[in-house]
């Protein structure tokens, strides 16, 4: 599961055809790349096709010139592809609000590099997780918003995000709705954790309309946002057993857990280029 | 968690107050019982208290008498309670479509004695599965309905039920809505299953809803029905891991297996004694 | 997951070399085969390279035609390759005891469709499973053995086995130790489920030891037999949580579904040619 | 599942016999004490009985004066009880090698008050965890050991023990074999997380021998320590699947969570006083 050194990643996807396959294995071997893990899919309900494949390239690799030889056989499929080295380790802002179980969570994996990804900034609209977030060396900008100062607050999140040249933004519990003009921005490249099974409990609150439901089980998804709250692809989801003592306090003590995990998972397997993005839904290559 | 032999079940719930436990358990003494397994749960947001105990009978214990006597204390805490003897096998009515693993499941765990549970009757709209069910010496009523006949249609369903003394009736993937009326009659002792985690995809074709939607789990809801469509007190849920590579046929699929023991485990605590209902929803006593 | 009709498998292995993928999808696309889903995976522990795919041929493909084209290629890899058509089915023989719930659940299974294969026997040490074998119109073998008589019994057993034709032999909770000679014949092609999270509480009752051990999970492994008692390559392994009011009886009662979803998730990755043998272990791409 | 404000705690066992819920009961009732949650359980295998109440007390209700009066009513059962008030958060210790990943989410668990136990104290044969320990104001003791200082380490760490007033030791991932001196000291009070699902892969590297095997699940046991390695009483366990991709690096990175998490919750049952135990084994009152 985890990459050998120096191994690269090629991603792609197109519209179905045949020959999809062949034309990156083909040129992975022209390039006398060695193919250690490949996954594709073809999906007959969407007429689309997703590949992915971790490789060692041979002596002399040079990436661009791997890519730029790739582009024209691509193009001739209408695919897009991703070309990913070893050392990739993309610039990540992170967002929150007062809950700091997703954020320690993520800030300890990334302190023993289970997460290969370089923590540039953490924005929140409350104080409270300073101590933290410094403590692992990392910039906390508290940026407080209210409904009249919204748009240049999200103009000051939209700054540190250009300025850290993020890659990748972890709403890791940031309990505020962000504007359409934002979510645009942000669309494929912004992951949020939200704390139920979607589409069940939407919203606000959903541990206490859990609660209210009377449901056996609570559950954590992660997925990128867009313009329809709560409503974007799913990346992942993780569930856990509650009963009926449990009070909506029990709900939200035992789905820290699972929350962190899931956002943990799907952070993962983004930065691992394992996630493609077509319609609405995600095609995920577990490890 | 097996009861063992020639061991009764005593279940109660009233208003919270002090002595709600002392009452039960000092007339148990009283009546040299002896206790095997006890739950008691105090509900400080209904005000409800909940309480279940297994027991030896000492001596020339009578259960006619046992209820006489305890009939005044609980009376003193508006307690409404219920005896169950160890040779307790309640008539029960199930109802089916075209679909049969739920059924074959059942009528498994009933051959083998795994469900404590005497089935009567098999009802369904289609004739598909009588010849499974009449394989396990089971009666089987094919009552085919319409927009039209509906009414008639559920005056046999009924007929069935009380001709069979049914104390449950098994929704097992009976796929009409039944009418408000019959719903009312079926209130607090019909169980059905539902092929998705309720609240996330109420009513048709849940496996396609969630495809569609692109969830990462499926699962599955035993509830007891009431008027609300797919809104009944939920008793357990289930869930399955599922991926981009399953199209609605493979959710239907990985689908069985949760949906078979989801509503097994149901209907094993309700046989048990262990499913409690107030307002909406319910207090599960866990094996 | 489901593989949609037309749609033939593709599956080798051989030691890791450059360019082992290439052999495979470069023929594929020479041979106009439309792959609809590929995995590859190269194992730098052992030096071994596994791969499969499902494809959609082009017009007038012919499996023979296809395998003789594809030898020469394979063989300058030492790949060891095989060809599974759409309609592959192959015959099967189910050996039991007493317990019936395995051989239940996957007669069921067989029934619906769900795995692809045709029982053409069910053998015995005992007569119980007969009448539930021949509803489902199997031949049922009483076979009986004893310490005497297991080397003729073992003989008996090998005919049915040859006689059906069978490519593969499910060891549905047999209750006897096959002889050396007998798991030699079976290497690779016989599936056994172990009641227990192996290599924890190999050999009998296994729930007996592990209620003595006090655990707070039970589970079942389906695994390849081979001379090592309950030593087998393993394929899947699937887990229940029980707790201190859990008897012997009582796992055994909790275990039997996840022992049943564990042996038919084998059986149909194993059908699927979804499972690799190594040098003791199993590669298995998931659905 | 929490406990309400003002909620006291009794927990008792004795050998089973008829009477022993009422004394409690009836003892709680004549005290004015509402029991809010009860649970007992008799284990008619071992013939030993186990109760344990939640209860909110009267008014001028005391401490002492309660077990006092409890005494001799106990006495007549010999029946050995606690009793833990609402403000319980018992001193503890916690010992740890190199890996920090249980340390780290024991620390965060107690900071947010999820776990109620006062940390006095990590001890470590290693000095890499003081930074991590002293950010949240614990103190460090870093005492190596070795083959020959064994003994005096192990004074040293008795005496952290001793001088914190520690009532819970907790293992969480420390590397050394303690000496049956010490195990035998702490037998009862300090519980061990060893990272397989025991009986299964005991001793060293538990995740390079699962690789070997070719398990399709690992998972880790939170246990009491007592003399014989890795067998003392079972108190959670918890799992996570694995596959044929998962080099033993990769087990380790997927076992950390199912570590932290199952540990958690041994800690929590145990300092909610709901963990009894007897004769090698365990009784775990769900919350």
């Known amino acids: 599961m985890s990459r050998a050194p120096n191994t690269w990643i090629i991603t792609a996807q197109c519209p179905s055809r045949i020959g999809t396959v062949d034309v990156v294995t083909r040129y992975l071997r022209e390039s006398e790349c060695y193919i250690t893990e490949l996954n594709s899919f073809d999906d007959h309900e969407t007429g689309q096709f997703y590949i992915r494949a971790e490789f060692r390239p041979g002596d002399g690799f040079d990436g661009g010139d791997f890519r730029d030889g790739f582009q024209p056989r691509a193009a001739g499929f209408d695919m897009q592809f991703d070309l990913t080295p070893p050392d990739y380790r993309p610039p990540v802002v992170i967002m929150v609000s007062k809950s700091d179980h997703c954020l320690n969570d993520l800030l300890y994996r990334h302190r023993i590099g289970q997460l290969n990804m370089d923590i540039r900034a953490v924005i929140s609209n409350h104080p409270d997780l300073r101590e933290l977030t410094e403590w692992h060396g990392i910039p906390y900008h508290h940026l407080p918003v209210s409904a009249e100062t919204r748009e240049q607050q999200e103009a000051q999140v939209w700054d540190v995000i250009q300025e850290t040249g993020a890659e990748l933004v972890i709403l890791a519990r940031y309990m505020q709705v962000l504007s359409p003009a934002l979510c645009t921005r942000l669309e494929g490249w912004a992951i949020n954790i939200h704390h139920s099974l979607l589409p069940g409990f939407k919203g606000a ?24 709250l709560d409503e974007g692809p799913i990346i992942t989801q993780g569930v856990e057993p509650v009963n009926h003592a449990d009070y909506p306090e029990d709900l939200i003590a035992k789905g820290r857990d699972i929350e962190c995990i899931t956002l943990a998972r799907a952070v993962g397997h983004h930065l691992e280029r394992r996630v493609f993005l077509y319609a609405g839904r995600t095609v995920v290559f577990q490890p």
């Open 205 to 228: 609150r959903p541990y206490h309309q859990a609660y209210r439901k009377g449901v056996k089980l609570v559950g954590a998804t992660a997925h990128y946002i867009n313009n329809d």
